[in-house]
């Protein structure tokens, strides 16, 4: 029996939060069964708090197609289904934690944190060793601050008095129940440390970790495989695109990004850059998502003369939200007329610009058809493009 143990130390379990569908990381499944590494971003998680010596059991909160990916659980843990909201996930795990006592120790940890630290647990202990009847590890902020509306800076805020809160979040298990039995008024807090606040209880703050970086977007994967030296299992992927607009006389001509002076420009509902159009339907074919009609339909009016470094600067945007990379893009560029020579390696920097890459991962090619087909006719301008990324494997 417990009562019968001298000086007994409280229990301490852990409750997972895997419950959020993650679509801001612009993943197809949930972001907390991505690969890191060999395992789920979930699995570092719930593989830490399980692996502590102090730490009993567990409940996990979890759909069942995250359960299904995450595999058995730890001996002692157990899986309750998520709410519409964190809180509701978290009074959840509360209840199927009924059994324990209200001076047992509570660990609140959200999945898409998969760095745990031993560190960091051993100094949330410490503080509620010491007294307190809820701790949280926060960091400071590195950055200057401001105040912000749309696209217009504002005043500074002072950052010395701000703090970047993190998980896991310790407490006594009955002041969490406390807090969230107090919550039911239509409050939606955050995090577990805010309901508790709301009961006058003091919240103490102690050192979190940069491991315990958030998976929030695509990119977050490169900082936390960096962090927790681990290699992403990558795949590679190829695209290719292939376009031709016709030549008109007396209208701009854009290729590859620049105006290129010349009798003729390219006819088109935007501004008919062949070059951008074919590396685009590139990137878009090895992301296999699709081809540039279908993000930028030539019926929509919004897209009238647009210039098309967005239309490529939107496929590059949906490589990184998939945590990918562009490693390379060759261009052909077929024309009789003008000479794309002169001006390769200025399309070449453009497009580099434009990617966000290197300009030794872009290849700026240009050939003629010896007077032949419709391009040696000099009735319209043809490109091909190849695109080479490099994705997680998820
Ligand atoms: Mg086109």
Redesign the pocket.
């Known amino acids: 029996m417990r009562e019968s143990v001298p000086s007994p130390a409280p229990q301490i379990v852990a409750i997972v939060l895997a419950g959020g569908r993650g679509v801001r990381a612009g993943y197809a499944t949930p972001k907390q069964v991505v690969m890191l590494g060999d395992k789920p971003v979930l699995r570092w998680s719930l593989d830490a708090l399980a692996g502590h010596g102090a730490i009993s059991g567990g409940v996990l909160v979890a759909n069942d197609d995250v359960m299904a990916a995450v595999g058995a659980l730890p001996e002692g843990w157990i899986s309750e289904l998520p709410g519409e909201e964190r809180q509701a996930s978290v009074a959840n795990a509360l209840a199927a934690l009924s059994d324990r006592a209200d001076d047992a120790l509570v660990l609140v940890h959200d999945a898409a944190r998969p760095g745990v630290d031993d560190a960091v647990i051993a100094r949330l202990l410490a503080a509620l060793a010491a007294g307190a009847e809820a701790a949280i590890p926060t960091l400071p902020v590195p950055d200057t601050l401001v105040a912000q509306t749309g696209g217009e800076a504002g005043d500074v805020v002072d950052r010395g008095a701000l703090a970047r809160v993190q998980t896991p979040q310790a407490f006594r298990l009955g002041t969490l129940r406390r807090a969230h039995a107090a919550a039911t008024d239509g409050v939606a807090a955050t995090d577990d440390a805010q309901l508790v606040r709301r009961l006058g209880v003091p919240v103490v703050a102690v050192a979190g970790d940069a491991r315990l970086h958030k998976l929030t977007y695509g990119e977050d994967m490169a900082i936390l495989s960096g962090l927790l030296g681990v290699g992403t299992m990558m795949r590679h992927t190829v695209g290719m695109g292939y ?3 016709r030549l008109v006389a007396a209208k701009p001509l854009w290729i590859g990004g620049i105006e290129i002076p010349h009798s003729h420009g390219l006819e ?1 509902h ?1 501004d ?1 850059d ?1 070059a951008l ?1 074919a590396l685009t339907d590139a990137i878009l074919g090895a992301l296999g998502d699709g081809d ?1 009609g279908d993000h930028f339909p030539p019926s929509d009016p919004q897209w009238r003369g647009a210039a098309s470094h967005l239309f490529l600067s939107f496929a590059a945007a949906r490589v990184a939200a998939q945590g990918g990379r562009i490693a390379h893009v060759d261009l052909t560029i077929i024309a009789e007329a003008p000479k794309i020579g002169p001006h390769r390696q200025a399309i070449r920097e453009r497009i580099a610009d434009i990617l966000a890459v290197s300009p030794l991962r872009v290849s700026v090619k240009a050939t003629t058809t010896e007077r032949l087909g419709f391009t040696g006719r000099r009735e319209g301008i043809a490109a091909q493009a190849v695109a080479t990324l490099q994705l997680p494997e998820n």
Request: net charge negative.
């Open positions: 376009d031709v607009h088109g935007s008919a062949v159009h540039i």
